[in-house]
């Protein structure tokens, strides 16, 4: 029958201790990378602002527009955001570039404003500023946010903006 660990020399039993000791470390360790696996996830997902300043979430969520024709949003955002720190000398001709291929009724790439949105923005055109699509911008995202978004975190895109690198 089994006596036990009392049965055992001695040095077996610290051995048992040491090996003990090292595997609840490695184990402490793996949850430890697991964790911050999570944390990553959880921060790349907790909301579209998280995904959109993730290079790999932009792409991944964009893959996802593309799959259903709606990707005019997110490149609209994206316009905004590099037109935000267009020099003053460029924001004319960029500020126009982006309305007829974004605003403009009819467009291509024509995003879904609202008429009160689409007359204000006409109305700074004139003289566009750095601010010039904010409120645009704001409507699109969060358009992406209550409708896209949801979507994308339910397909088999976001598993993309999940690998860490």
């Given at each position: 029958m ?19 000791v ?34 790999i ?9 593309q ?5 005019e ?8 955001e ?13 500020a126009?570039?982006?309305y ?18 689409k ?17 645009a ?11 896209s ?12 903006a999940?690998r860490?690198?």
């Amino acid at each position: 029958m089994c006596k036990g660990l009392s049965s055992l020399p001695s040095s077996c039993l610290e051995k048992a201790k040491g090996m003990r000791v090292k595997l609840s470390h490695l184990a402490d360790k793996q949850e430890w990378t697991h964790h911050k696996h999570r944390l990553h996830e959880d921060r790349t997902l907790q909301d579209l602002e998280s995904l959109l300043n993730s290079k790999i979430g932009q792409k991944a969520f964009l893959w996802f527009l593309q799959s259903e024709f709606s990707e005019e949003n997110l490149q609209f955002w994206l316009a905004c955001e590099e037109y935000r720190v267009t020099p003053p000398w460029q924001q004319g001709a960029k500020a126009q570039s982006m309305y007829c291929q974004y605003i403009n009724p009819g467009s291509p790439q024509e995003v879904n404003l609202d008429a009160e949105t689409k007359e204000a923005l006409l109305r700074v055109m004139e003289e566009p500023a750095g601010d010039t699509f904010h409120e645009a911008q704001q409507h699109v995202y969060h358009l992406m946010a209550k409708d896209s978004y949801p979507r994308f975190l339910r397909s088999p895109h976001c598993l993309e903006a999940l690998r860490v690198p």
